[in-house]
């Protein structure tokens, strides 16, 4: 590994965080337009009822967006917290289990939120407050 360079006492970029702020970029697009449809969404449900939430989720389209929109969500706040953690938690063994944490909070509510939409899509009702299946 090189030595880092320096340019009146600043250090240089090394470029390796290009990626990430690309995909943060593209990840915001995406959420601000699904970010309107979740409005005109919201809008459309407001009053709706029980069943008429469930027929908007019955229709594929919606289910769909809306597991993207949280699959894509989860991912920008994913990567969003691991920038934050990485530029402002210096002990390595604090950053690697925060990193860790952040990662699995984001994937089980991914996972949580998506497991709830397929299941409202399929016509099944919500988990009972006892979270029997």
Known sequence: MSE???????????????GEWKIERIALAILVVLGLWVAASAFTLAGSGYDGAMDWFASPLNAVLAGLTLVVFFGYISIAWKVIIEDYIHRAGNKALLLGLVNIVCLLATAAGVFFIVRLALGSAPLPAGLGF
């Open 4 to 18: 880092p360079r320096f340019k009146n006492r600043v250090k240089v970029s090394e470029r390796h965080g290009s």
